[in-house]
Structures are given as C-alpha cells and as structure tokens.
C-alpha cells in the first residue's frame, strides 16, 4: 500500500486549485475593501450637502455618485496595473508576442476598462446633478448635457475620462504583443490626468503647486494599487516568474510610496495649515490616509525583507497573505481618497486670492527686470524635479562605468548636466514666474525648453550610457530595463517620428499652430495646457536633434549632409515665425493677459520683445548644433581613415596596389589594366566584414 509523506506542520494549507485559493484568501479581503471604501465615501458625501447647506441634488446622486467614483479609480488602478505586468512584470515570448501570462492579465485590463469606461460614463450626468443641485433624471437631456460637459470643469473631465477609458478598451481588445502592451499603459495612464488636474487643487492660490503634487499623488496611487492587485493576481494563478514579477513590482512600489509620501505633504501643506489637522473633518481625514500611508510603507519594508526571499524560494503562500491584507488597507486609502475628494478643505483665514493669484497660481507684484528674473524663483514640482532626478540618475550611471574601470567622456556629462541645469533655470527660476503672465519670458522659456535643453541633453549621450550600465538580461533570461531601451529606440514609432520630414514638421509646424490658430489663446486659461505645452516643446525638440547631433544612435542615420540640410531648412522657417509674431498688431492671447490686470506691462511691445527672442534666441543653439556637427564629422572622418588603415594592414594594401597598376598601365598602353591584371598585382585580399568601412586611397597614397 503506498503511502505518502505529510507534509511539515508549519507548511501553510493550500487550496486545490490557483482559482480556489484566490477565493479563499483574497477574494474576501476585496469584498470587505470595497464595502469599507464606498461607505467611507458614501457617508462623507451625504454629509457634505447637509454640513453645508448646498442644494441637494436628491438620494441617486448623493449616494450613487461617490460609489461610481470609487469604482471608476479602483477599475482604472486595476487596468494600470495589468497592462503594467503584461508589459514589464512578465516576459514576453521569444517571438515578442505576449506569453500567456502576458495575454491573461490584458484580458483583465480590457475588462477592467470596460468597467472603467462605464463608470466614468455614469460619473458624467452624475457629475453635472451634483454641481447643479438638481435630480440626475433632469441631466439626461441631450441639451442640458451638453452644456454641463462643456461648461462645468468636473463634467468635462469625466467627460475626457471617458473617452480615454474607450481609447484604452479598444487598445486592450488587440493588443497581442509586446510593445502594443505599452502602448496601452500609457494610454491608461493618461486617462488619470484629467481628473488629477481638476478638483480642490486647481482653484485658489498657489494651486499650480497643489496640482503638480495632486498629478503626482494620483499616478503613483495607481501604480502601486492596480500593481499589487496584478501581481498578487498572478501569483495566486500560478503564474511563471513569480519571484520577478514580485521583485520588479517591489521596486516600483518603493518609488510609489515616497512618491505618494512627498506629494501628499506638500498638498496639504498647500490646502490646509497644521492647526485643520485635528479640527475639520478635512484635516481628519487627511490624518487617516496618512496612518494607511505608513501602514503601506511598513508593510513594504516587511515585504521586503520576508516575502521575496519565499517567493524566489518558490513559496507564494506568504506573499498571497501578505498582498491580500496589502490590498485591503489600499482599497480602504483609496476609500479615504474619495471621502477627500468630496469634502471641502476648512476656509482659510487668509484674505481671497487676487485676480492672478486665482488665474496664475502666486502673485506677480513686481515689474519684469533681468534682477526678478534672476531673483524671484518658484520651484516647479514636475520640471524642476525632472531635472534633479536626470542629473541624479545620469551621475550614478557614470559612477557605475567608474566603478568597473570604464572610461565615460567628461563632455557629454558636463553636456547632460548643463542641460539639466537649463531645464531646472527655465521652469524654477524666475524665468518659470514669469512665463505665465508675459509673453516674452514665456516665448524665452519655450526657445529654452525646445532648443537649448534638447541640444545639451542629446549631445549627453543618454542612450549609450544606459546600454553601458545596465547589464544585460542573458541568453535565454527574461528581459529585463536594457533591453526595453533597446525595444524603444528601435520601435516603429520611434522611426516614424525621427524620420526627417516628421521631425521637422513637428519641430517649426508645432509654433505656427500654436500661436497662430488660437489655441495658445485657449491654452492660456489652464494650468495643465502650460504643462503639455512645455512637455511637447521639450520632447519635439529632442526627436528633431536625436538624428542631427545626437550621441546616440537613432533609427534614421543621416549623412553628414543631409544634417546640415535639415538644420539650414529648420533654421529659416524659425526665422519667419519670430519674423511674424514681432510683425503682428494683434495681441495674442489678449483676453487672458487682460484679466491679469498688469498697467506695468505694454503687451504688444511685450509681444514685439517675444518675437524678437524667437528670432535671436534661435541663432545660438543653431550655431552649437552646427559646431557639434562639423566636430562629429571631423571625427567620424578620423575614424574612417584609422579603419581604412587598419584594413590595408590587413589585406597588404590590395587596393593600393590594384590603384597603381592602373596608373602604370595607362601611362604605358594609354588604357587602365584589365581586371585580372589588377588582381594578379595586388596583395591578398581585404578580410571579409570590412566592407562597410569606405575606402580612402588618396590619404593612403599620399
């Protein structure tokens, strides 16, 4: 009779099947999570209209609104989260399409965006009731619909949620391999920031700093919730690399948390003072989310030290247990999110925001001067920290080629710091103040921003340093942050945007449209417009460079030439643009620059200095891509004759030999040799892989 043997007393039960004990273990702790969440929300909304005596919309919205909210955040989370393990917490197949643990979590996302997409569809006539006081039923007119979508902020962006969220399931609904997996999550991710950028936070003072950190406390929130719920998801499925999926996501989740950490500080500072804290439903609430912060935080570093040894051990009992109270106190957060969300912030005792203070963000009281410009700084939380966070990274991987004894030129670092440095200047210094309220700095910063920086930063290398100190995944290993820069660089999209007509059309087109359509008119009225505009002119002016001057290889390769000839087609368009901006009598963007309310500023003379700086501005960086260009051809034609030489050595100066015979033949016979002549008379042949390598007999010869 055969016997089996028992397993130790301190092995955990585990259910028959993956299935089983997800229903067993965490299935629960998700239904409590959402029951605790929604009636935190759900409570503080009912609350809210009785507290503040705001006309009561009526019982479906008051109690349906905040519940769909919660579903929407929680839906969106978990469609980040499983596109993000189809994408970089699982391996791909060989082939690069998805492996079926890849192809498993986007069928959640896709139906995670479905149910997102209806959510935020719901959240449109509910959004509309709320701010209108009124039943929803009344909302679900086509006209009166309309209206509110485009005339109430909230509205709008569920609105452009929505959309996203659509965008988002129709990706899901194909997406077969690798990179269209990608795709998708930077789809999702988009589809956070209309909210992000709407609410408490973009209204009142100082609301471009409460903004930027809302941006920042909402992705990574998303990150980290709809990431554990996948990873969690696919250890409990028994999905394949368990201890890869559980290390890469520890790694992004300790990013996450100081990200939320940090960011949610400076938010409240921003909204509320200390002395809220213990006094306002507001400042308690802000104290329960911060006690699930450091709750989150401690079981990280738990997780940490515990789980993952298990995990790669083979063990996923612990960590099973270990997500699914993870979960339930992030879906318990997110409840608090909510309750946040439709609670006001006590009033202030400060006096009402002036009218720029209201439109800007912080006063501007003191007259444009090179002094203020050099003096009045106001840190960027987004581009300021971009910038720190560049030349961080950019050092350690320097320090890293140090460390093993590899050798990295000292231009490109200073290159890729000054760089740095002129993105922190552009956005933190008093450049950055004054960028908003008057159209010259603003047209400096942008001419910073799309030649300046892009230049400095291409020249840097960035690429090259990566793939040098990142070490490379191994045959047959998963892959791993070298090979995605390696996917990226080569990508279908990144060839369609380096392609010269492509980048130069975005490069000088992307001014024309903006200033003279009306779209900077519109643009102006928005914080998160002065962010995509300064993020667009930023990246289009490093696809434009990349090809021309950059260190890095990029997927067109240019001739020497055909650099030279963009750079001189580029550089007469940007000329005609400064041209006219300086030429116009009409004040662009007049309807916002006169609610500022500034007597001290002649705004078309102020226009007039813009173009100009357009004009003049342009010229320096375009004479630093063309010395950098003749110093790069200088050298590559360096390299070519060292190789050129390198083969003669070689192959016994066959071609040389072969060039001589032709001449002696022609001074004798008055015709060049035969072939085979030359052939007979040269040395042996060149070795074969040499090819590509362009001869240079002249320099040889002489």
Not at 582 to 605: H, K, N
Request: a neutral charge; aromatic letters at 8%; charged letters at 10%.
């Amino acid at each position: 009779m055969a016997t089996t043997t028992p397993p130790p007393a301190d092995a955990p039960a585990r259910p028959s099947t993956p299935g089983a004990l997800f229903v067993a273990q965490v299935a629960p702790l998700l239904a409590v999570a959402a029951v605790v969440a929604l009636a935190l929300s759900t409570l503080s909304g009912a609350a809210t209209f009785a507290r503040l005596g705001l006309p009561d919309p009526g019982p479906v919205t008051v109690y349906a609104l905040p519940v769909v909210r919660a579903v929407s955040q929680m839906a969106a989370a978990s469609t980040v989260g499983f596109l993000m393990l189809a994408a970089f917490f699982t391996p791909p197949a060989s082939s690069g399409w998805l492996s079926a643990d890849g192809y498993r979590a986007v069928r959640v996302a896709s139906w995670s965006a479905a149910a997102w997409s209806a959510a935020a569809l719901l959240m449109i006539p509910l959004s509309a009731a709320d701010a209108y006081g009124r039943p929803v039923s009344q909302m679900l007119d086509a006209r009166v619909l309309s209206v509110a979508v485009t005339g109430i902020e909230g509205t709008t962006s569920w609105a452009l949620t929505a959309l996203i969220a659509l965008v988002a399931l129709g990706v899901t609904r194909f997406v077969l391999g690798w990179g269209a997996a990608v795709v998708g999550l930077g789809v999702a991710l988009a589809g956070l920031l209309p909210l992000a950028l709407t609410g408490h936070s973009a209204g009142g003072s100082d609301h471009d700093v409460a903004t930027n950190s809302l941006l920042l406390h909402v992705l990574a929130a998303a990150v980290w919730v709809g990431g554990l719920a996948a990873v969690v998801t696919h250890l409990v499925a028994g999905g394949r690399h368990p201890a890869l999926a559980a290390r890469r996501f520890s790694a992004v989740a300790l990013v996450c948390w100081v990200v939320l950490a940090l960011s949610g500080v400076l938010n409240v500072l921003v909204r509320i003072s200390p002395a809220d804290l213990l006094t306002s439903t507001y400042g308690v609430l802000v104290l329960v989310k911060a006690l699930a912060l450091v709750a989150l935080g401690a079981f990280g570093a738990w997780h940490r030290r515990h789980a993952l040894p298990g995990i790669e051990a083979g063990s996923t009992a612990a960590m099973i247990r270990f997500g699914g109270l993870e979960v339930l106190l992030m879906a318990a957060t997110m409840g608090v999110a909510v309750a946040l969300g439709r609670t006001p912030p006590p009033a202030a005792p400060a006096p009402e925001p002036t009218r720029i203070e209201a439109l800007v963000g912080y006063a501007v009281d003191e007259p444009l001067t090179v002094a203020g410009l050099l003096t009045q700084s106001r840190f960027d939380l987004l581009f300021g920290t971009l910038a720190l966070v560049l030349a961080g990274l950019y050092v350690t991987g320097v320090r890293r080629l140090r460390a093993r004894g590899d050798a990295w030129p000292v231009g490109r670092t200073l290159s890729w710091l000054l760089g740095c440095l002129a993105l922190l200047i552009a956005t933190s210094s008093g450049i950055g103040r004054y960028a908003p309220v008057t159209f010259s700095v603003h047209m400096g910063q942008h001419m910073i921003l799309n030649m300046l920086v892009p230049i400095l930063l291409v020249l840097g290398g960035p690429v090259t340093l990566l793939l040098r100190a990142l070490p490379p995944a191994g045959a047959g290993a998963p892959p791993g942050p070298r090979e995605w820069v390696l996917a990226a660089v080569h990508s279908p999209v990144a060839r369609v945007l380096t392609q010269p007509l492509v980048a130069l059309a975005l490069f000088v087109g992307s001014f024309y449209a903006l200033y003279f359509s009306g779209l900077f008119d519109v643009a102006l009225e928005s914080h998160w417009a002065h962010i995509a505009m300064n993020i667009h002119f930023l990246l289009v002016g490093l696809i434009f460079f990349w090809p021309i001057v950059g260190i890095d290889p990029s997927p067109r390769q240019l001739p020497p030439i055909g650099r030279l000839g963009l750079l001189f087609v580029a550089i007469p368009l940007h000329a005609f643009f400064g041209i006219a901006v300086m030429s116009s009598a009409t004040v662009i963007g007049a309807g916002f620059y006169q609610q500022l309310e500034m007597p001290w500023v002649d705004r078309l003379a102020d226009q007039t200095t813009g173009g100009g700086l357009a004009w003049a501005t342009g010229e320096l960086p375009m004479l630093i891509v063309l010395i950098a260009l003749l110093v790069q051809w200088s050298r590559a034609d360096e390299r070519t004759a060292r190789r050129d030489d390198r083969r003669a050595d070689r192959d016994g100066d066959r071609d040389l030999n072969a060039y001589n015979a032709m001449l002696k033949s022609l001074a004798t016979t008055g015709r060049p040799a035969p072939a085979e002549t030359a052939e007979e008379t040269s040395e042996p042949r060149a070795v074969p892989g040499d090819e590509d390598a362009p001869a240079d007999l002249g320099r040889r010869r002489h």
